[in-house]
């Protein structure tokens, strides 16, 4: 967004009150995704794609990824590209996916990080974005909707009933099924 920037001399004023500053000394442009309250929802075992995520000057250079905690060096498991997403951006704001590979990650409630792509020195050798670590921006939640955790094994005895019941997970149903493959 766009901001001013206002200059208060402290050894005259407290620099309390907004009125304490009132020498305009130019403009802040602050690049990257807002509002910080961007939900999302996907469903494990399918591709995902968020759209219409809103920032100011967003490119196709930024990158975002889902994590347990933003700035952490963990990418959850079973992410597809390891957690890191594709982008486009246009009028309606970024659109950002993980490729046509299905999210297999357990059901659950993520961060959605994100790491401006342009690196404001234009001279630095460090590739940006290239780690968990550079994912320091937290602006929201993405609820994957699928089962948690993802090993919950049963054993049913041949020739018997079998009641496969009482699966975990965020946001099953009753009307959700199971499919027995070997």
Sequence with gaps: ??????????????????????????????????????H????????????????SLLTTFDNFLALDTCGL????????DIGFVKTQVDSNGAVVWWGSTSVTAAGGQYRLCWCGGMS??????????????????????????????????????SGQFCGLEGFTGEGLSASDALLVTD
């Excluded at 920037?5 to 305009?24: E, H, I, T, Y």
């Excluded at 999302?40 to 920032?55: E, F, Y």
């Excluded at 060096?73 to 597809?80: C, G, L």
Aim: with cysteine; glycine share 12%.
């Design 40 to 55: 999302r929802t996907c469903v494990s075992g399918r591709p995902c794609s968020l759209g219409n995520i809103w920032g």
């Design 120 to 157: 404001p020195d234009p001279l630095a050798l460090e590739p940006r974005c290239s780690t968990a670590l550079d994912f320091r921006t937290d602006f929201g939640g993405l609820t994957l909707l699928g089962v948690a955790p993802l090993s919950q094994d049963r054993t049913c005895v």
């Design 73 to 80: 060096p963990t990418v959850p498991p079973r992410f597809a």
């Design 1 to 38: 967004g766009q901001y001013r920037l206002c200059w208060c001399a402290a050894s005259v004023f407290s620099c309390g009150p907004a009125s304490d500053f009132s020498v305009d000394l130019g403009g802040l442009q602050l690049i990257g995704v807002s509002p910080l309250s961007q």
